[in-house]
């Protein structure tokens, strides 16, 4: 035996692989400690030796899935020349993930814990803060999107912050239901046609 129970040729970013997959297509209440044994091929004792058990296995999963299929939003946010070009990237290039049908539909941190127990309000807290740091790096764009001059002095950064935020997690959602590619980019068209709109001085400014 392999130390702390693991069997041998145990590769652990396989299995987190396995796990992320899992958790991303049917949440975290729905997974159960069989889907994922069987997805990463492991008895449950070498789940929780090499993962600590099922909430620290998704909170990894969930770092997986940021460094992997969820940084598509940092990306566009930070190689655009200019606030709308970058918020126009981040939906659509967000849309094409979600809709890759290669990959469980929608995102993973948006998805995984739209149900939940009293016994698992720190997942759905911990996913409530990742969603509420990037409407936070939106804002930031949207912020320098002033300082460059893209957009004018006096615009609510914070309201089109989560008006574009909230595009991006319904995306998610419209592909969970079945919604495809050319349908998303229709949305995302209508979002950056109301950009000039949201992009007015507030009142009094």
């Known amino acids: 035996m392999s130390p702390r129970g693991r069997p041998r040729g145990f590769d652990r970013e396989a299995a987190l692989t396995a796990a992320m997959h ?28 090499a993962f600590g058990g099922k ?11 940021g460094r992997t299929f969820g940084d598509r939003t940092a990306d566009a946010l ?17 849309a094409t993930t979600y809709t890759d049908p290669d990959l469980p539909h929608g995102c993973m941190i948006v998805l995984s814990a739209t149900n939940y127990t009293p016994s698992n309000i720190g997942v759905r807290d911990y996913l409530a803060e990742l969603r509420r740091v990037t409407q936070e790096e939106i804002r930031r764009r949207l912020d320098r999107g002033v300082e460059d001059g893209d957009l004018p002095t006096g615009v609510d950064t914070a309201a089109m912050g989560a008006f574009y935020s909230t595009v991006l997690n319904g995306l998610s959602l419209q592909a969970r239901d079945g919604y495809g590619a050319g349908e998303l980019d229709a949305v995302i068209d209508t979002a950056m046609a109301a950009w000039d709109r949201c992009a007015e001085p507030a009142a009094g400014q």
Not at 27 to 46: F, K, N, V
Not at 57 to 65: D, G, I, K
């Open 78 to 94: 930070g190689s655009q020349p200019t606030a709308r070009a970058a918020i126009e990237a981040m939906l659509r290039n967000n």
């Open 22 to 49: 899992v958790f991303w297509e049917r949440g975290y209440e729905g997974t159960s400690l069989t889907d994922l044994t069987a997805a990463m091929g492991i008895g449950s004792p070498s789940l929780y030796a």
């Open 55 to 65: 909430e620290a296995l998704f909170r990894e999963a969930v770092q997986l899935y």
